[in-house]
C-alpha cells in the first residue's frame, strides 16, 4: 500500500514538475448525408408521406399575427369544406399550417401546427370525423411571400387545406 | 455531359469558406506581435497566419505586421525591451515549431514586454495534417492568458444554408474554415443542437414532410429517428450528461415538452397544458429546464425541474420572449420583442434585469459559444439572412455574412479537447 502511494506520489510529482503545459490536438472525421438524390434513406417509420406536389390548396386561410383563431370572413368557405366531407365519408383533408418569419421558428412551428388544428376543430365541431383529417405544421419554413413587410407575412400566416384522397 | 456537372458541383462545394468580420472592436485591445522563434519556416509562418487571424478575429487583439516593427528578434535574448515600448506592444509571441517524425507540435512562449521576461510557455502537440487546428489552440492559450476566459478558436460551428431547394447542415471550424456537409436535402432542416461529447447532433428535418428529430453520428454518419409518430416532433437538446434529450412533441395532441433516455426510450412528460410549450434547453446542471410557452396569452419562457416537475415564470417584461438558454447558473438568453424588433435579449434571474443586446431587426435563434462569453446569432438583411454574434465582456461584434442564399440556425459546439 505504501508502495502505491509513494508510486502515485511520484507520478503526481512528474506531471507538476514537467515545464510547460501540453495539449494534444485530435482532428475529427465526419461524413455526409444526401438526400436529395433519389435514394432516399430508409428509417424504421412509417410516417413517410408520398412526395407528390399537391397542387394548389383548395381552400387557404389567413391568420393574425401570433394567433390561432378563426377569423369570420374565413368560416364560410369552411362551411362549404365540412358540408362537402359529410357528404362523401371517403374524402380526407390534409391540413397544412404555416407562419410569417417573425420570431423564432421553434416557437412558430407550433403555432402552425395549431393554425391548422384549428381548422381541424372547426371542420369536427361541424360534424366531419377527425379520421378524415390530417394536420402538420410547417412553421416558417414554406413562406409563399418571401418579402420581409407586413404584406408578405400576412400571406404567409395561413392554413392550407388539401384534399389526398 | 453528366460527369461535367458533377465536376461542377464538386468545385461548387469546396469553394466555400465562411468569412468572419468584425464589425466593432474592442476599445482597448492587446497589442502583441507574433514571431517564429530561431527560424524562418514555411508552416512557422502558416501557423502564424493562423493565429494571428484566430486572434484578429476576437476584436480583442491588435496583432502588429512584420513592416510596422522596429527590429525583429530571433529569440527572448534578442528583444530590444525600447523598441518595442516604443510601439506600446504588451507581449511578443515566440512560436517554435516542431517537425519530427510524424508530428508536427508548436511550442510557443509570451514574452512581457514591461517585465522583459517570458511569463509563459506552453506547447501543443499535433500532426501536420492538423496544422491549422493545432495553430487554433494555441491561439486559444494565448487569449486564455490574456482575458482569463477560454479561447473558442479551435471550437467549431454548425449552421445551415440554404440556396434556392437545397438546405445543407454544415460544420466548420470557428473561423468559417474547412466547412463539411453533414446532411443535404430538398427539405427544411432546423433545430441543430450537438451532443455534450461532440459526437453527435441531433436536428429536425422536414425530409418525410413533417417535422421529426434525428441524431446523427459525426464520423459515421449513421442517423436515427429519435421517435416515430405521425405527430411533429422538433427542438433536440442533449442533456449535460447526454444521456437524455430532451423535445417538443404534438404526439399527445398539444405542443409539449418531453424527455427520452436514448438509451432505455423511456419518455417522460414534463409539461401538460393546453397552450404551447416548446424550445426545451437544460440547465448547466441538468437538473433543470427552461422552455416557451405560451400559457399566458404570449410567449414567455418558463423554467421547470426535471424531478419536481415545479415549474416557474422567469421572463415578465414583453409580450414576445422565446428560445431561451442558460448562460451559466443566473442569467438566460433568449429572442426578446421590443417595439416591433426581435433583439437577441439577456436575463439577470437574481436581479430580474433585462439587457437587450442586438439591434438588428430580425434576430433568431441566439446560441452560446463553450466558453459563456460569445454570442452567435442569425439575422437578417433583405432577404437573406446570415450569422452575426457579440462579445459579451468586450462588447465586440462580428458578423459571417451568407456567401450564397441563407446562412441561419447556428450551433457552437462544446470545447472539443
Redesign the interface.
Known amino acids: 500500500m505504501k508502495n502505491i502511494l509513494i508510486s502515485l506520489f511520484s507520478i503526481f510529482i512528474i506531471f507538476a514538475c514537467s515545464s510547460t503545459p501540453v495539449e494534444k490536438v485530435d482532428v475529427q472525421e465526419t461524413k455526409t448525408v444526401d438526400l436529395t438524390e433519389n435514394s432516399q434513406e430508409e428509417t424504421d417509420d412509417n410516417v413517410v408521406m408520398s412526395d407528390v406536389d399537391l397542387g394548389e390548396a383548395y381552400v387557404t386561410v389567413l391568420f393574425d399575427y401570433d394567433d390561432d383563431t378563426l377569423k369570420e370572413e374565413s368560416l364560410e368557405e369552411l362551411f362549404a369544406v365540412s358540408r362537402l366531407m359529410k357528404s362523401n365519408a371517403k374524402y380526407t383533408l390534409l391540413v397544412e399550417g404555416h407562419a410569417d418569419e417573425r420570431g423564432t421558428r421553434e416557437y412558430n412551428l407550433a403555432l402552425s401546427e395549431r393554425r391548422a388544428k384549428a381548422v381541424e376543430d372547426f371542420l369536427t365541431a361541424t360534424g366531419v370525423s377527425s379520421f378524415n383529417i390530417e394536420v402538420v405544421g410547417y412553421g416558417e419554413e414554406m413562406p409563399v411571400d418571401n418579402g420581409s413587410n407586413e404584406t408578405a407575412w400576412s400571406k404567409n400566416r395561413r392554413a392550407e387545406l388539401f384534399f389526398i384522397r | 455531359m453528366k460527369r461535367i456537372i458533377f465536376l461542377l458541383f464538386l468545385a461548387y462545394e469546396f469553394k466555400a469558406d465562411l468569412v468572419l468580420e468584425i464589425t466593432e472592436s474592442a476599445s482597448k485591445p492587446v497589442k502583441i506581435a507574433i514571431l517564429e522563434k530561431n527560424s524562418n519556416s514555411l508552416s512557422g509562418q502558416e501557423i502564424i497566419n493562423v493565429i494571428s487571424n484566430d486572434l484578429k478575429r476576437t476584436g480583442e487583439f491588435k496583432v502588429l505586421g512584420m513592416d510596422e516593427l522596429l527590429s525583429i528578434p530571433m529569440n527572448e535574448s534578442e528583444v530590444i525591451q525600447r523598441d518595442w515600448l516604443l510601439l506600446d506592444v504588451d507581449s511578443i509571441i515566440f512560436v517554435e515549431v516542431q517537425n519530427e517524425d510524424n508530428n508536427l507540435d508548436i511550442?510557443y512562449s509570451i514574452f512581457d514586454i514591461s517585465y522583459n521576461e517570458t511569463e509563459d510557455?506552453?506547447?501543443?502537440?499535433?500532426?501536420p495534417?492538423?496544422l491549422r487546428?493545432?495553430s487554433h489552440?494555441v491561439s486559444d492559450?494565448i487569449y486564455k492568458y490574456f482575458y482569463g476566459i477560454e479561447g473558442i478558436s479551435s471550437t467549431k460551428l454548425m449552421y445551415v444554408t440554404r440556396n434556392s431547394d437545397?438546405h445543407k447542415l454544415i460544420?466548420s471550424d470557428a473561423d468559417g474554415f474547412n466547412e463539411?456537409?453533414?446532411?443535404?436535402?430538398?427539405?427544411?432542416i432546423?433545430?441543430p443542437a450537438w451532443s455534450t461529447d461532440?459526437k453527435e447532433i441531433a436536428y429536425?428535418?422536414?425530409?418525410?414532410?413533417?417535422?421529426?428529430v434525428f441524431t446523427?453520428n459525426?464520423?459515421?454518419?449513421k442517423?436515427n429517428?429519435v421517435l416515430?409518430?405521425?405527430s411533429?416532433v422538433?427542438?433536440p437538446a442533449w442533456s449535460p450528461d447526454n444521456k437524455d434529450l430532451a423535445f417538443?412533441s404534438?404526439k399527445d395532441g398539444n405542443?409539449e415538452i418531453y424527455t427520452i433516455n436514448l438509451k432505455s426510450k423511456k419518455i417522460t412528460r414534463l409539461t401538460e397544458n393546453l397552450a404551447?410549450?416548446?424550445?426545451p434547453a437544460w440547465s448547466p446542471d441538468g437538473k433543470n429546464i427552461i422552455f416557451?410557452s405560451?400559457r399566458s396569452g404570449?410567449?414567455q419562457i418558463y423554467e421547470i425541474n426535471v424531478r419536481s416537475k415545479l415549474k416557474r415564470r422567469l421572463t415578465t417584461e414583453g409580450n414576445?420572449n422565446?428560445?431561451a438558454s442558460y448562460l451559466g447558473k443566473n442569467e438566460i438568453i433568449f429572442?426578446h420583442?421590443s417595439n416591433i424588433n426581435?433583439n437577441i435579449a439577456k436575463l439577470d434571474l437574481g436581479s430580474r434585469t433585462l439587457e437587450v443586446l442586438t439591434s438588428t431587426?430580425?434576430d433568431?435563434?441566439p446560441c452560446i459559444a463553450p466558453n459563456g462569453n460569445v454570442i452567435i446569432y442569425s439575422t437578417?438583411d433583405?432577404?437573406l439572412s446570415y450569422l452575426a454574434g457579440i462579445n459579451i465582456s468586450s462588447k465586440v461584434s462580428f458578423k459571417l455574412p451568407a456567401l450564397y442564399g441563407e446562412l441561419k440556425?447556428p450551433a457552437w459546439s462544446p470545447f472539443?479537447?
Open positions: 511550442a510557455k506552453r506547447r501543443v502537440l499535433g500532426l495534417d492538423s487546428q493545432s489552440y492559450g437545397t460544420i463539411q456537409v453533414l446532411l443535404k436535402s430538398n427539405n427544411s432546423i433545430s461532440a429536425v428535418s422536414f425530409e418525410n414532410n413533417r417535422a421529426q446523427q459525426l464520423a459515421t454518419g442517423r429517428l416515430s409518430s405521425k411533429s422538433s427542438s417538443t404534438t405542443s404551447i410549450d416548446t424550445e416557451t405560451d404570449s410567449p414576445y422565446a428560445r429572442v420583442r426581435f431587426k430580425n433568431e435563434s437578417k433583405g432577404n440556425e472539443l479537447r
